[in-house]
């Protein structure tokens, strides 16, 4: 049996909407050919044992099949997503501009912990960084155990708030017990990551208007005397790497000649290296960063100068600098420091890149492990997860209430 489809004008009819055909587009008329013409729909011939209904059905179900294959398994061409191409204006290309404007109408935060011996510079390099004064006081060696200053201040700069928070170290290394010394940084670290972990876990939690003081970026100010890194140095960077994202940096490097901070480099990165410590690396990953990411990681650890004094020069600049005998150190001259590029490293271009780093890697891992200790995993919620939550608050409570009576006995012992 043999069907022959007529070509005609055809328009396919739907509950809610009417379909038509779109106008071909103006081809030119091919030659007169001699030749005759063939139908525009060629015949089909069927069997006697199929019906042109069972033939649709056939080829309706392999269409259907093949797109879900398509569908589980990708494109074999493209695994990419099919990309809508819209044929009028709606308004995705706001969007960039709807989160800078929510960022700015929210601000930022930063937090910085600066961590190094008595008398390094910790201050100076801090108020060189952000020009401003920090009023910190100054620190003695008659401390019986580490410290942590903290200064709050409210900065803006071209319509962008940052709530910049910085903490010093006072005290470290003063300390016979040098493990010590460094227990009360990673305990203070560690204090910042459950305060957010606890938001996290409430059942009425905001954590936009939270204020968010984990540690965005740890400044390791390394002493350039001696032959390299110390044991503390290295007991406490190891700690660190863990939980920060630490940026060693030579202090004071206008104490050694140009040949002397290139070993002295050298020598520390193969310390770092012998023993397993990982110091942040600005990422790379970005094209637009790339090549001065790749500089920057090539001068780590960066050697500083810091001053909170001011010089005027022969031509009439001034300049923040120290001023010795045979001549003067410009802070913000990259022939004379890495202060320029340290800055350039943590405040212009990876600023965003080290608060990510904090949540999604550093905090993330602190977060999984602490749940662990719940003894909760994925699933679980509910009365579960406010037990768990419950229950540490009680050895909380109990640790509290143990370090309280200790006080006490020591306070009536001396009385």
Not at 49 to 59: G, H, I
Not at 279 to 289: A, L, N, R, S
Not at 390 to 411: G, P
């Amino acid at each position: 049996m043999m069907l022959v489809f007529q070509h005609e004008k055809m328009s396919l009819v739907h509950a809610d909407s009417v379909i038509r055909p779109t106008k071909p587009p103006n081809v030119p008329s091919p030659k007169a050919s001699h030749a005759p013409k063939a139908p525009l729909i060629q015949p089909i011939t069927l069997s006697s044992s199929t019906t042109v209904t069972e033939k649709q059905q056939k080829t309706s179900s392999n269409a259907t099949n093949n797109n879900n294959n398509r569908g589980l398994n990708g494109d074999a061409n493209n695994n990419a997503e099919p990309e809508l191409k819209l044929t009028g204006f709606v308004g995705f290309d706001s969007l960039p501009y709807q989160f800078v404007r929510r960022c700015q109408q929210n601000g930022f935060q930063f937090n910085l912990l600066c961590v190094g011996e008595t008398g390094i510079g910790k201050t100076t390099l801090v108020e060189s960084l952000f020009n401003m004064k920090m009023e910190f006081a100054p620190c003695d060696h008659e401390l019986n155990t580490v410290e942590l200053r903290t200064r709050v201040l409210d900065v803006a700069e071209g319509g962008v708030r940052v709530k910049l928070r910085v903490v010093e170290t006072a005290g470290f290394g003063d300390q016979l017990d040098k493990e010590k010394s460094a227990r009360v940084i990673i305990d203070y670290i560690n204090s910042q990551f459950e305060g957010y972990l606890k938001e996290e876990l409430k059942v009425k939690r905001n954590l936009t208007k939270f204020d968010d003081t984990r540690i965005h970026a740890c400044l390791y100010l390394i002493s350039p005397t001696g032959h390299g890194l110390k044991a503390l140095d290295l007991l406490t960077l190891g700690e660190l790497s863990k939980r920060v994202n630490v940026i060693p940096l030579i202090a004071k490097a206008d104490t050694a000649c140009k040949d002397e901070l290139v070993r002295f480099k050298q020598k520390i990165i193969s310390e770092l290296k012998a023993h397993k410590i990982e110091i942040y690396q600005f990422p790379i990953e970005d094209e637009t960063v790339r090549k001065e990411n790749s500089a920057l990681n090539a001068l780590l650890p960066f050697a500083i100068v810091g001053s909170v004094d001011f010089v005027t020069k022969d031509d009439g600049r001034v300049v923040r600098a120290r001023r010795y005998p045979w001549g003067m150190v410009e802070v913000e001259n990259e022939e004379h420091c890495d202060f320029v590029r340290l800055r350039e490293a943590i405040l212009r271009t990876n600023q965003d890149s080290l608060r990510e780093q904090t949540h999604n890697v550093l905090y993330e891992r602190y977060r999984r492990e602490r749940l662990r200790q719940m003894k909760m995993s994925d699933g679980d919620a509910g009365p579960k997860m406010m037990e768990a939550f419950a229950q540490r608050q009680k050895e909380l409570l109990e640790e509290f209430q143990k370090s309280e009576e200790q006080h006490q006995k020591e306070f009536f012992v001396e009385s």
